[in-house]
């Protein structure tokens, strides 16, 4: 497999390799050292709750974060990050504890890393806070590190059944190094087979998210869609399908299912079209790569090809202001144009 930016990843692959090298672990007990760090992590965050509850500015720190989120940002789903518990648990009980601004009863529901960074910002606290903090931190890093490799895993596969996009494989990496990370803070409950599935259920879906990201705003089962259809069309670069062999592949996964004109419209509207494209005659044979094709606009028309003439244009200009008048005259005898203003 071909990667474009490959350089850059042998560097962060190297680096991925001497971190951890330094647990020593082998295959065999690699998912019990996932283990003791995922409840690690989680007791940890137990153990700073408790403490920032006795603590002094504990009240203010939990007042501070409702003030935020009710006066600050008006909106009561921007907590849902700050908190690991279940989605239910929130809509059934945190949110209510917000809009009562009741401290006593948010005090008692599992907070994660990004509520702690919140209320670390903003007041003084005692030893026994601060020390937590630091283990947390320490141990969160520490989990990322050993699932970076599962993020290598998933993005080696995004990028090998994908047509190449808007995005290098390092930026794969960084999008599912992201995704892990809010698995990791989201996970609820004790370490089980579930959680690797959490991982990489956040690792795909950022992947999905991003790579089918466009101007125009679609519904998340629609970018599923056209992710299917985009991993079909890079088994078939040359065409050579039909558009019912295309809704079959991309209806095969549960909970899909499309039709010939909706794909075809999906797989448009992903594209850059051009405002003077006319109406294909009727009587031509064409399969569906070209019904798809046909709504492109030229490729000097997209905007990624627009900014290089551009930037290309400039350092030609730059180039022929460095030029003598001798030079220059002798360009012009010769009918090149070196004006530098193009305005």
């Keep these: 497999m071909i990667i474009d930016d490959s350089e850059h990843f ?57 003030e935020y989120i009710l006066d600050d940002k008006k909106n009561i ?70 699932n970076l490799p599962l993020v290598i895993n998933r993005a080696h596969i995004f990028w090998s059944r994908t047509p190449k996009s808007h995005l290098s494989f390092m930026d794969l990496i960084q999008i599912g190094t992201n995704g892990l990370i809010s698995g990791i ?45 985009n991993k079909f069309k890079s088994r078939h670069i040359h065409g050579d ?9 991309v209806s095969k996964a549960e909970g899909i299912e499309t039709t010939e004109d909706e794909i075809i419209s999906l797989m448009a509207a992903t594209s850059i079209v051009s405002a003077d494209t006319s109406t294909p005659d009727n009587s031509e044979e064409t399969n569906v790569a070209n019904n798809i094709s046909r709504y492109e606009a030229p490729e000097e028309s997209r905007p990624d090809v627009q900014v290089e003439m551009v930037e290309a244009q ?5 180039a022929i202001s460095k030029l003598s008048l001798f030079d220059r005259k002798l360009l012009r005898l010769k009918g090149l144009d070196i004006s530098l203003d193009k305005s």
């Design 314 to 318: 400039k350092m030609m200009q730059t």
């Design 77 to 146: 789903l921007v907590a849902r990050p700050y908190f690991r518990v279940r989605r239910k648990t929130f809509a059934a009980e945190i949110s209510q504890a917000i809009r009562d601004r009741d401290v006593k009863r948010l005090q008692k529901f599992h907070i994660n890393y990004h509520f702690i960074m919140f209320v670390k910002k903003g007041l003084m606290f005692g030893t026994e806070v601060n020390h937590w903090i630091g283990e947390i931190v320490k141990a969160r890093h520490e989990l990322i590190e050993m």
């Design 10 to 66: 042998n560097q962060f692959r190297i680096a991925v390799e001497k971190a951890i090298a330094k647990y020593n672990t082998s295959d065999q007990d690699t998912v019990e050292l996932q283990r003791k760090q995922v409840d690690h992590l989680s007791d940890l965050e137990n153990k700073f709750r408790q403490a920032l509850i006795k603590d002094p500015n504990g009240n203010a720190a939990y007042l501070n974060f409702i």
């Design 185 to 229: 803070d989201k996970y609820v409950g004790e370490y089980s087979k579930g959680w690797i599935g959490v991982g990489i259920g956040r690792v795909v879906g950022d992947l999905i998210s991003h790579y089918s990201s466009t101007l125009l705003h679609f519904y998340p089962g629609d970018k599923r869609k056209i992710y299917k259809a």
């Design 241 to 249: 399908y039909e558009i019912e062999d295309l809704v079959k592949e």
